[in-house]
């Protein structure tokens, strides 16, 4: 008996490390199979994610804006009758002369032009024209109003650049479209000194140019460079005005 009871002290205590070991081992078996499955589920993750992301495809170009006006006035009956008799007296054609165009809708042009003969005291010549050029926007080039604000941008470079002016000067035109420019002038022609007011002038998607010039024949002074701006600047309002009018 007395024997009997180291040998089941050595038993039990056999018994005792073997769950521990068994703990063990389970743990170390949980781990592994743990780090197992997510070594061999990450790459079929992977590929199931792979095959479910859609293939890349072109972005779509963004639209362009419409254009604001879609016409044209009548360009010989942007300037009121008043207007013409007081910036062009005597004027040959109070409708107007209408420039050629194969396109009205996109451009037109008038002019009028009279001497006004004063006898002894010489005679006034005057003359202005009128020029409206309206965009369309285009995808491949741009929007109706880029394309104009480039003319707008060109059309007054290419007034100050102009060949035999002397006394070039330009200016902002205040209250005229959306943005608009004065450029002065003199320039000899017929041996005569006349004198010029060009306003270009942009009201969305439409180029507006206004000239206007006069000289004096006989003795009559030539017109001041204020008088042929202020008169220029008021045929621009109207034409602008007339735009939006026949898009009303």
């Known amino acids: 008996m007395h024997r009997s009871a180291p040998r089941l002290t050595r038993i039990l205590a056999c018994a005792a490390v073997v769950p521990a070991l068994l703990v063990t081992a389970a743990c170390s078996s949980d781990d592994s199979d743990a780090s197992g499955s997510k070594g061999a589920g990450t790459p079929s993750s992977a590929a199931a994610a792979g095959s479910a992301s859609p293939s890349p495809s072109a972005k ?67 003359w202005i024209d009128v020029s409206l050029l309206r965009f369309e926007s285009e995808q491949a080039i741009g929007s109706a109003e880029q394309r104009a ?63 206007y010039n006069g000289t004096g024949y006989a003795g009559a002074k030539a017109p001041s460079s204020e008088d042929m701006v202020e008169g220029a600047v008021k045929a621009a309002k109207e034409a602008v005005a007339a735009v939006a009018k026949a898009n009303s």
Not at 64 to 75: G, I, N, R, W
Not at 87 to 104: C, H, I, M, N, Y
Not at 174 to 191: C, H, S
């Open 149 to 211: 604000q480039r003319k707008y941008t060109d059309k007054v470079a290419e007034t100050q650049t102009l060949e035999g002016a002397k006394k070039v000067a330009a200016a902002p035109a205040e209250g005229v479209g959306n943005e608009a420019t004065t450029i002065t002038y003199d320039l000899t022609k017929t041996d005569a000194d006349f004198r010029y007011a060009v306003v270009v002038a942009r009201t969305e998607n439409v180029v507006v140019t206004v000239s």
């Open 60 to 126: 779509p170009s963004p639209s362009v804006a419409p254009a604001k006006f879609a016409k044209l006035p009548d360009a010989c009956k942007t300037l009121g009758e008043k207007t013409v008799d007081e910036l062009v007296p005597e004027a040959k054609k109070k409708g107007g002369t209408p420039g050629r165009s194969t396109d009205l809708g996109a451009r037109a042009a008038c002019s009028w032009n009279g001497l006004d003969d004063k006898g002894v005291k010489g005679s006034d010549y005057r």
